[in-house]
């Protein structure tokens, strides 16, 4: 059993920036496959960006050049960094673990564990 809690979201004006973070429980957290999803009202969730157990990252086209992700093992946490925030960025961002793979995943389905959400909101 694996328990994600997210943390850092918050009111932004647009151009502002914000980090979250994950804190996993779990003796393996360094094995974990880790992502970021968010979900706007109204919307499906959606993949942002996500970054295997050796580091590989990859990022959705909305978030390249804006947002980082990066962990640290030794705290089991998991952070999302996010500059030049914009009004369609908006919505709950949630954080996955995926046990078993090797690579970073962009698909809901191949991730195990959620947390609960932290709403971000980027407004003026």
């Known amino acids: 059993q694996v328990q994600l809690v997210e943390s850092g979201g918050g009111l932004v004006r647009p151009g502002g920036s914000l980090r979250l973070s994950c804190a996993a429980s779990g003796r393996t957290f360094s094995s974990y496959t880790m992502g970021w999803f968010r979900q706007a009202p109204g919307k499906e969730r959606e993949f942002v960006t996500a970054?295997?157990?050796?580091?590989?990252?990859y990022y959705a086209d909305s978030a390249k050049g804006r947002f980082t992700i990066s962990r640290d093992n030794a705290k089991t946490t998991v952070y999302l960094q996010m500059n030049s925030l914009k009004p369609e960025d908006t919505a709950v961002y949630y954080c996955?673990?995926?046990?078993?793979?090797?690579?970073?995943?962009?698909?809901?389905?191949?991730?195990?564990?959620w947390g609960q959400g932290t709403q971000v909101t980027v407004s003026s």
């Open positions: 970054i295997s157990w050796r580091g590989i990252t």
């Open positions: 996955a673990a995926d046990l078993h793979s090797i690579l970073p995943v962009t698909s809901r389905g191949e991730y195990d564990y």
